[in-house]
């Protein structure tokens, strides 16, 4: 099993920079892929961003791509998402999430956070 706590939401302005953390417990942390969703107020939940194991490849929804970057360091059971331009349709919870398998999917995850709130002002 894997747990995950996120770390680093908080409000900001728009056309800030954010940058959320999520640890990791477990020694099989290398063996999961990694995603970061998030929830708005009366939406959905959403997928934002993924990572595969070893961290060669990633993969961003529509929205994020160019503006979100998620990187991992497997040493130390962390993952992260680095989000630039913030505007104010990004307010939302972030979640991270792990699954044990190979590639850069965008749901099916297992095991997720608590979530972590980030509001952006306008």
Known sequence: QVQLVESGGGLVQAGGSLTLSCAA???TFGSYAMGWFRQAPGK???F???IN?????TY?????????TISRDNAKN???LQMNSLKPEDTA???CAAVRRLGVPSDGYEYW?????VTVSS
């Open 113 to 117: 956070g608590q979530g972590t709130q």
């Open 93 to 95: 919870v972030y979640y």
């Open 44 to 46: 959905e939940r959403e």
């Open 53 to 57: 194991w070893s961290g060669s490849s």
């Open 60 to 68: 961003y929804a529509n929205f994020a791509r160019g503006r979100f």
């Open 48 to 50: 934002v961003a993924a």
């Open 25 to 27: 417990s477990g020694r």
């Open 78 to 80: 962390t993952v992260s």
